[in-house]
């Protein structure tokens, strides 16, 4: 009597919710599956009351609860797809047969073979784990929405886990509890108004979004415990068939055991990951769709301009959106240090302190040596975790980013971006996060170095092409310096002014060699390979250029020597890059303007600098970015070539320096070399 209370009142809770669900029209083969999976409740319940049915048999109890699991877990095997259309598409899965596969061929076997109840208990323990199995991946997937699906999980969960110790009991004792199949009824009619909240917070099934792994190891220690449990039923069940009975000896054996098991699993680091890896690897869904992943980054790449900095500010906005940052910084790495290159950042702090620039540089060699991407916030808690890294933490503790993802060429470093969250989520940096950003950075690193070699190419193109009218100005050259031979023969013979024409040749022969000069660094390529670099004092070198070669145009620039140490390089070539970059100047700013020319040291980073400082019109950031060193680009018109700003940070980084520029239009632009001092 007390029994078909609880049954009879289960069945009407349940068959009010049945009643309710059919009155929705809502579309999907989950609804209809969960009104298949509650109409078998209904039935289930109903046909355990004795006062209408009489006393149950065990083979009725056996059967109608095997129906009742398949039932909900037909309706679970549909929650973990999206796009399934009808029952036609969730039963052809061979995911849903094998989920299927041990209820069906226990309903079937009694028509085949007499079988032991025993087996059926076995049966039933097996099915009660297949729906705790299920729930936990469906639990997963739902990500967000994990808070409407916990109710659903608890009620499900809770009432297979007594169906669990249920037939673990009964299969060690080889029958049912009486107490058991009485409560069950109350136990299900209470957990039934969590069923109905996990309804009214559903407004859809089967979620293809994030799996939770950050609880894969915890969730599944408990099917160790099960697993753990199934064995000591199966050990009763055999102890029991022989007609023995559990002895003191072996349940502290097994205590024993379990206490070891779990101690294993709990305190082993790498027992702990392995199980983790292999789980998540195996048995769940990827957190990425690398398909849909990859074909949106490359649609992202493709839209970019074609300057440098559009590809620049391309690579790392693609490397952002593909774990949904908002903030980042791209990094050049190169003889003379690293270089940001591009900025997507909503961080109020951006800009990065020396002491960062030497955290990142120990990045760049760390991540040189094997290719690793960095969590840095993980290195604050893990620091083990990366073998061999020092990092300041105070200085990682200020630092706002959270990975390091190195671009490789070569096997070595060519840059590297930093990525921080902002308001968005943290992804963790397990490994199939990995392996995503590896493939993501692989495909961006590429994009830039692709275009970047495709700029070399375009830009030999245009030397090829300058090559070509260089044979017409050697043409000419040769013109010009036969004429001044001739001049200088005709004149030997006819002198009125002796000293006059004494002045004349000696300007005409200087002219004249230094014409030589030129046609030799023109037609014969062992002229600059043979150039040779030796120690030189730059004042010396600049004082020559400006008194020989910018004093006959306004305003002549003024050196001031602040500081000075000797650097190696080659004197011809310095000499003409300073030339250029001065009469740039002089050319940019006005007869009463001024022009000076700075010396001095940075001890710190152990170069030499030269300032070359104007009052000129100055020049536009976007100006300096995209054109200033773009070679035979000029705003000269046919008085300039376009080569020389470009061919003076060409040859200062070929040499291990760089060439800075700052400028502001209406107030003048200062040039800084740095010369390395060896």
């Not at 632009?669 to 010369?675: E, I, R, V, Y």
Request: charged share 20%; aromatic share 10%; hydrophobic share 45%.
């Amino acid at each position: 009597m007390v029994s078909d209370l609880g049954y009879g009142l289960n069945s009407l809770a349940h068959l009010a919710l049945l009643l309710l669900l059919l009155t929705v029209r809502k579309p999907g083969v989950a609804k209809h599956l969960l009104v298949l999976a509650t109409a078998t409740t209904v039935i289930w319940s109903t046909s355990l009351i004795t006062l209408f049915f009489g006393p149950i048999s065990l083979s009725w109890l056996l059967t109608v609860d095997i129906v009742k699991q398949l039932a909900w877990l037909l309706f679970l095997a549909s929650c973990i797809q999206t796009n399934f259309q009808s029952l036609h598409h969730v039963l052809r899965r061979p995911t849903t047969l094998m989920i299927l596969a041990p209820a069906c061929f226990a309903l079937a076997s009694p028509y085949f073979f007499a079988a032991n109840p025993a087996w059926s208990f076995l049966t039933l323990i097996v099915l009660s784990l297949e729906v705790l199995v299920l729930l936990e991946v469906v639990y997963r997937q739902a990500g967000r929405e994990q808070w409407a699906f916990k109710p659903l999980i608890i009620y499900l969960g809770a009432a297979n886990v007594f169906e669990f110790v249920t037939y673990a009991n009964a299969t060690m004792v080889n029958q049912v509890e009486v107490g058991y199949i009485a409560a069950r009824g109350y136990i299900y009619f209470l957990l039934m108004p969590l069923l109905v909240i996990s309804i009214r917070r559903i407004h859809h099934w089967g979620i293809d979004i994030f799996i939770s792994r950050d609880v894969v190891l915890h969730s599944s220690l408990l099917l160790v415990a099960g697993g753990y449990l199934f064995v000591m039923a199966v050990i009763g069940y055999a102890i029991n068939f022989v007609g023995g009975s559990w002895g003191a000896t072996v349940q502290i054996i097994l205590v024993v055991m379990s206490f070891a098991l779990l101690a294993t699993v709990f305190l082993s680091n790498a027992f702990r990951t392995k199980i983790k890896i292999f789980i998540t690897k195996h048995f769940f869904a990827n957190q990425y769709d690398y398909r849909v992943e990859w074909v949106k980054l490359t649609k992202w790449l493709t839209r970019s301009g074609e300057s440098t900095s559009d590809v620049y500010h391309a690579g790392l906005t693609g490397l952002l959106n593909a774990v949904q940052y908002d903030s980042g910084l791209l990094f050049k790495v190169s003889k003379s240090g690293i270089e940001c290159i591009a900025k997507a950042s909503q961080l109020s702090h951006a800009d990065i302190d020396e002491k960062q620039i030497s955290m990142l540089n120990k990045l760049v060699e760390y991540s040189g040596e094997n290719g690793w991407i960095i969590d840095t916030d993980a290195y604050l808690v893990k620091p083990f975790d990366y073998e061999g890294l020092k990092l300041d933490r105070e200085v990682l503790k200020q630092w706002n980013y959270q990975l390091f993802i190195p671009f490789m060429q070569d096997n070595n470093v060519w840059g590297f971006a930093v990525l921080a969250a902002g308001d968005k989520e943290k992804v963790t940096l397990n490994w199939e996060v990995k392996d995503y950003l590896n493939a993501v950075s692989e495909q961006v690193g590429t994009f830039i170095q692709h275009h970047e070699a495709a700029q070399v190419v375009a830009e030999n193109a245009q030397f090829a092409a300058f090559n070509r009218m260089s044979a017409f100005v050697l043409h000419d050259l040769k013109n010009v310096l036969a004429q001044v031979d001739l001049i200088l023969a005709n004149a030997q013979q006819h002198k009125h002014n002796p000293e006059f024409i004494e002045d004349t040749f000696e300007t005409l022969e200087h002219t004249k060699a230094r014409m030589e000069k030129m046609l030799k660094q023109l037609t014969d390529k062992k002229v600059v390979e043979d150039s040779v670099n030796d120690e030189q004092c730059l004042s010396s070198v600049i004082d020559e250029v400006i008194k020989q070669r910018c004093s006959s145009l306004s305003p002549v620039p003024k050196l001031h020597l602040m500081k000075e140490r000797s650097v190696v390089v080659d004197k011809e070539k310095v000499a003409n890059v300073l030339y250029h970059l001065i009469s740039n100047a002089q050319q940019a700013t006005s007869d009463d303007g001024e022009i000076d020319v700075v010396l001095n040291v940075d001890s710190a980073q152990n170069t030499q600098l030269v300032l070359i400082e104007d009052s000129g019109i100055g020049m536009e950031k976007s100006f300096i970015e995209e054109r200033l060193f773009k070679p035979f680009d000029t705003t000269k018109g046919n008085a300039g070539m376009g080569i020389g700003a470009y061919d003076a940070k060409t040859y200062l980084e070929s040499i291990g320096g760089k060439l800075v520029v700052t400028s502001e239009v209406g107030k003048g632009s200062c040039f800084t070399l740095h010369f390395p001092i060896v």
